[in-house]
């Protein structure tokens, strides 16, 4: 077991819906590499231990265009965790380091969330995130296919329940 994983305070659980086809392994990639350079950097590591509370559980479900009509967040606190669940749209930069740049600014607008509920100080700097690996086809997705919906969803959009996704 290494330095990092010992001492880590970032729990990233990533996920996607599947309903136009398969899963955005990039993206999602992309989300994982900048969760883990948050946990690694001792900058966000210092910000972190001012919640007092020991991790924090960060779920992520992937949405495609017509199921991410509205972004939602849960924030629940469980003994010394914080379980922090988003849904986020699909990016729609692909060009190369475009996922990367979307997922950085995606994670850190979580945690502008988390900040603000929190009520804790400005977030530091976001480390450098490394590239994406090239074995993608292996990376562990939490993926679900989504029902077919009997209808045109409502124009006001609605929320996706996130805390039962990975159950």
């Known amino acids: 077991m290494d330095q990092q994983t010992l001492w880590a305070w970032l729990h990233p659980h990533l996920g ?8 955005p392994r990039e993206y999602v990639a992309a989300l994982r590499g900048a ?15 001012q919640t007092g509370l020991l991790a924090c559980e960060l779920g992520i479900v992937v949405e495609g265009r017509l199921d991410h009509l509205r972004p939602s967040a849960d924030l629940r606190r469980l003994d010394d965790c914080l379980l922090a669940n988003f849904t986020c749209a699909l990016s729609a930069d692909t060009g190369p380091g475009g996922c990367t740049r979307a997922a950085v600014d995606e994670v850190r607008e979580m945690f502008e969330v ?25 990376m562990p997705i939490t993926a679900k296919r989504l029902p077919e919906a009997p209808h045109e969803p409502e124009q006001q959009g609605h929320l996706t329940l996130i805390q039962e996704f990975f159950a």
Do not use: C, F, M, N
């Not at 969760?35 to 231990?49: G, M, Q």
């Open 16 to 23: 996607t819906t599947t309903g136009g086809g398969r899963a």
């Open 114 to 138: 988390i900040r603000q509920a929190l009520a804790l100080p400005a977030l530091p700097p976001v480390p450098p995130v490394p590239a994406l690996p090239t074995d993608l086809a292996d």
């Open 35 to 49: 969760a883990r350079a948050l946990d690694a950097d001792p900058s966000w590591r210092k910000w972190w231990e």
